[in-house]
């Protein structure tokens, strides 16, 4: 009976160890959230492998932190609350700083700068933000796009606005005619602009200009930390402004 009891007890300790080990990453893994279809930031290419701007940054800083990472497409949509439920470690993929995150998140400083645009077909009569009364106008749903066009005073005057999951369907929809306007950060457009010339335009008025920073849950002021001692030393070295000519031309990394 007791050798029965034995062997009972051990196999409890042997599930329970195989169990925290088969949940979550490795302490020495940092798990980045991102948007797949975020050009050029982080999104996948003709090989269908996660690159971009962001994904070069964050594989840099994790390299200064001794660290592997892993990057983990999610719905844009709850990336606070993957963030919070533990299943990644950091936001990295285009993350506008704002007041209202600031109080779901930490966030290390501001690494880029961006504005949020509208961008119409090219040859379109729309030339002004108030020319967008009465029309019909896409963005990507729960993106600081959103908070963009809420905060302007056309919003109240537009005729319809349409959701999308992401930016791609977006713009999808506005070749195809769903949508007369689509409002989208400007470091995406003018990817998209280099790849499609004569498509698109962007209006000469902006509707907000803005900041991304890294997201980190909050209470892990140790990883918010590791981190921006690891970004301040990329800066320092020039790693972040070669990083920054690869994909944009020139640095545009915020010291």
Not at 12 to 40: H, Q, R, W, Y
Not at 44 to 64: L, S
Not at 116 to 132: K, M, N
Not at 221 to 228: D, S, T
Request: proline share 2%; hydrophobic share 40%; aromatic share 6%.
């Amino acid at each position: 009976m007791k050798k029965l009891a034995s062997l009972l007890a051990g196999l409890v300790i042997l599930m329970t160890v195989i169990g925290c080990s088969s949940t979550g990453g490795s302490s020495n893994e940092l798990v980045i959230g991102i948007d797949d279809k975020f050009a050029p930031m982080g999104f996948r290419d003709e090989n269908n492998e996660i690159v971009g701007f962001d994904i070069d940054y964050a594989r840099a800083a994790a390299e200064k932190m001794g660290m592997e990472v892993k990057f983990q497409p999610i719905d844009w949509k709850a990336k606070e609350s993957e963030l919070s439920s533990g299943r990644i470690d950091l936001i990295w993929n285009g993350y506008t700083i704002t007041d209202e995150r600031k109080e779901k998140v930490l966030f290390t400083k501001p690494y880029l700068e961006n504005s949020q645009v509208v961008v119409v077909l090219e040859g379109s009569d729309i030339s002004t933000i108030s020319d967008l009364a009465g029309k019909n106008i896409g963005l990507q749903s729960l993106s600081s796009a959103a908070d963009a066009l809420s905060a302007n005073a056309i919003h109240s005057q537009v005729k319809d606005i349409s959701e999308f999951p992401d930016n791609v369907l977006a713009l999808s929809d506005l070749k195809n005619g769903r949508v007369d306007a689509v409002v989208i950060d400007e470091v995406v457009m003018k990817y998209y602009m280099s790849k499609e010339e004569g498509t698109f335009k962007i209006l000469d008025e902006s509707l907000a200009p803005e900041q991304y920073g890294i997201g980190v849950k909050k209470g892990n002021e140790e990883l918010l930390n590791k981190l921006q001692k690891a970004l301040d030393e990329l800066n320092a070295d020039g790693t972040a402004a070669s990083i920054s000519e690869k994909w944009f031309g020139e640095d545009k990394v915020l010291k």
